[in-house]
């Protein structure tokens, strides 16, 4: 724990000799990430964006793993890097939003159950009174007369 946070604070400090300097990092402290000029200076080419995986190497996260906020600033389509805030926002909405999908899902399957119980019902129901019919005996069937005209 003090050598990552020592490790941290070097990464974090301006020195002249780094061209890329620390932006920020995710609230758990798993991803630290940079900015750093054009290749070229004077270009108008975007700047030089990356990340620092902290606990590993890259082959050992997923692209999942980085919040979706960082990945937006990665890839240039946000230009201001996002705050911890947000990322904790957008996290618990996610919680939310997984919570009431439970709900959901615990909801539709109570209501195929009671939808395979009614038609179970049923079905008992219509074999009862094919039984009934069939201990009666047969039946005879007689035309209704005919009306005189």
Excluded: C
Aim: hydrophobic share 40%; net charge positive; no cysteine.
């Amino acid at each position: 724990m003090v050598l990552r946070r020592l490790h941290l604070i070097w990464r974090a400090l301006p020195l002249p000799w780094r061209s890329a300097r620390l932006v920020g990092s995710d609230p758990q402290r798993e991803f630290l990430f940079f900015e750093a000029p054009p290749m070229r200076e004077g270009s108008l080419s975007r700047t030089r964006r990356s990340v620092e995986y902290l606990n590993g190497k890259q082959e050992d996260y997923t692209g999942d793993q980085i919040p979706v906020q960082w990945m937006a600033w990665l890839r240039h389509t946000r230009t201001d890097p996002p705050t911890h805030e947000e990322i904790i926002q957008a996290d618990e909405q996610r919680m939310r939003i997984q919570q009431l999908a439970l709900m959901i899902e615990e909801k539709d399957r109570l209501a195929v159950l009671a939808t395979r119980e009614a038609q179970a019902k049923l079905l008992a129901e219509a074999k009862a009174n094919a039984a009934q019919q069939l201990d009666a005996g047969p039946q005879t069937w007689s035309p209704a007369p005919k009306p005189r005209t």
